[in-house]
């Protein structure tokens, strides 16, 4: 008997990385998958997004494990093109239980000569893009009348200043209060609303040079090797990033009834980053 | 295969309540246990505390399931009578791998009682450091990690818990505990030993459900008040607190430290 056996969860970003790590690990235990990915490029992003042959990979790869997976590709900034994915993949499934509003992007600078379009696409990805997820999910967490669980992928950066990259800790502080205030409003119906912070985690997002000089912006090209110090400087345990698996253990904890009193919470998976 | 086979869990206030749950639920994934509990009274706490009756259904209750267990009759305020207790466990089970300290009172009444701030910051804050203490040299020394899990409240993240001596010291230990754990996190994180809270709202245990706890909350609406969780649900189970221990614990947060993790139905949010 899986922990989330029989439930149906809504995962946003779900091609690679942390996504398809989530839709791997609640179709381990027992979940079937709605999957929505943008697949495409956004110009801000200086790193190569997600692909159609990703969001592919995580279909094979939740398939694999005889679970049932609907697999859309659709921007979470479009809510229509959203709502209009997750409405197909709840007919097509029958419910709705989890919600892993988890699609993010980053791009960098300092806020004085952060380009305007880069503020505005992190924003409009990693907060509205999240808020739209919700929102469009509510509905259908509701009218399962049997509660249900939504985690929200926050960031370490939401809940401590880090320079450089002040778009996306901006957004990632706004899902904080979100998140809360979700808790409150959908506690009644016994809707859970909680928050991952995590760490650097080991994805895509992160290897790649714009990424590597945001850690070593005193070398032209730097490499993975250039970064240990940095990466292992911010994080108390002498880890230089977690995997995608803790977080989705994570997730699996709060999407679980072994969670089912945990509400309202930000929870860092962080290797002690924000305490250090 | 259990979550925790092969690894041994010291676990203070054992006897019953959230102790208990927490020493069957960590056996049931495999733990051995090693337990301590006070099991008499302390003269400010008004309601009955553990029995020797009750460790000794502990120790039942963990042989049930195959596992283990050391069980002590000792005091948390009491170094040495823990350290002795802790040693005595090691010698037959082993370093503990997981610590759990989670012995606690709660010296709140109608009517003040002689000594309740100083047996509530002794119990509940300096119990701990007392814990950790005793613990920490076996498992820096073993270098294989380990977990250690403080019980706090929602005490120790909000003012609540009254204006009488035993709940004023009730929240300043749990919030104490706080520090406590953000300081061994940064302390212990080289040695790959994790440190986190839980911060449980009202739990259906013995420390809650008693004449006197009722009494006392019944007694002041601000009080009940602030005992009003988000989610539908009047207090949650010791299972639920046990679930999200065995969860820090566990490989599945081998990257969780230095967190403050609310089992709270949203009481802390809705404040």
């Not at chain 1, 950066?157 to 901006?170: F, Q």
């Not at chain 1, 959908?186 to 080991?202: F, H, Q």
């Not at chain 2, 009578?81 to 082993?94: I, K, R, S, T």
């Not at chain 2, 706080?178 to 245990?205: D, E, F, K, W």
Request: aromatic content about 4%.
């Amino acid at each position: 008997m899986g922990r989330v056996e029989g439930k149906v969860a809504f995962i946003t970003g779900a091609a690679r990385g942390q996504g398809r790590s989530h839709a791997v690990r609640l179709a381990e235990e027992g979940a079937d998958i709605i999957a929505v990915d943008i697949c495409g490029q956004i110009d801000s992003v200086p790193f190569p997004m997600s692909t159609p042959e990703d969001l592919a990979q995580t279909v094979k790869e939740v398939e694999a494990l005889d679970r049932r997976i609907v697999a859309a590709e659709a921007d979470v900034r479009d809510y229509g093109a959203l709502k209009q994915a997750l409405d197909e993949g709840v007919a097509q499934l029958g419910r709705l239980d989890i919600v892993s509003a988890n699609a993010g992007i980053c791009s960098y600078g300092r806020l004085e000569e952060l380009p305007e379009k880069a503020w505005q696409d992190t924003i409009d990805v990693n907060l509205t893009g999240v808020w739209h997820a919700c929102k469009a999910a509510i509905p259908h967490l509701k009218a399962g009348g049997a509660g249900g669980s939504i985690v929200i992928t926050s960031s370490g950066a939401g809940l401590m200043a880090m320079e450089n990259i002040g778009h996306y800790v901006s957004a990632k502080h706004g899902l904080i209060g979100l998140m809360r205030t979700l808790a409150l409003e959908l506690a009644p119906d016994s809707i859970r609303v909680n928050a991952i912070c995590p760490t650097t985690v080991n994805t895509p997002m992160i290897h790649n040079e714009p990424s590597y000089r945001l850690f070593r912006p005193d070398l032209e090209s730097p490499t993975v090797d250039d970064l240990t110090e940095p990466l292992l400087g911010l994080n108390a345990l002498p880890v230089k990033w977690v995997e995608p698996r803790d977080i989705s253990n994570a997730l699996l904890f709060l999407a679980s009834d072994e969670a089912r009193y945990i509400t309202g919470v930000p929870l860092p998976v962080d290797a002690g980053c924000v305490t250090k | 295969m259990g979550k925790l086979d092969g690894k041994v869990a010291f676990i203070t206030g054992a006897a019953r309540g959230q102790g208990r749950s927490h020493a069957v639920r960590l056996a049931q994934e495999g733990a051995d246990v090693i337990a301590v509990d006070i099991c008499k009274q302390i003269a400010s706490v008004s309601y009955p505390m553990s029995t020797s009756e009750d460790l000794a259904q502990t120790v039942k209750e963990v042989e049930a399931l195959d596992r283990r267990i050391v069980a002590t009759e000792a005091d948390v305020r009491d170094r040495e009578a823990l350290q002795a207790a802790y040693d005595a466990g090691v010698a037959e089970l082993g370093v503990a791998d997981i610590v759990l300290a989670n012995a606690g009172i709660a010296p709140m009444s109608m009517e003040v009682k002689p000594n309740e701030w100083q047996d509530v910051i002794d119990v509940n804050l300096t119990g701990v450091y007392n814990t950790v203490e005793v613990t920490k040299p076996s498992m820096v020394e073993r270098g294989q990690g380990g977990a250690i899990v403080l019980t706090s409240s929602t005490a120790g993240i909000n003012g609540i818990g009254g204006g009488a001596p035993g709940g004023l010291g009730y929240t300043a230990a749990k919030h104490g505990v706080v520090g406590l754990m953000r300081s061994y996190a940064n302390l212990l994180a080289q040695h790959r030993i994790r440190v986190n809270t839980v911060h449980p709202t009202g739990v259906n245990t013995p420390m809650v459900v008693n004449d006197v706890m009722q009494e006392f909350l019944a007694a002041d609406p601000q009080m009940s008040q602030a005992m009003a969780n988000a989610l539908p649900v009047d207090m949650v189970e010791p299972v639920d607190i046990s679930n999200a221990i065995l969860w820090l614990v566990s490989d599945d947060a081998r990257y969780v430290t230095g967190v403050t993790l609310p089992v709270d139905a949203g009481f802390t949010n809705k404040k």
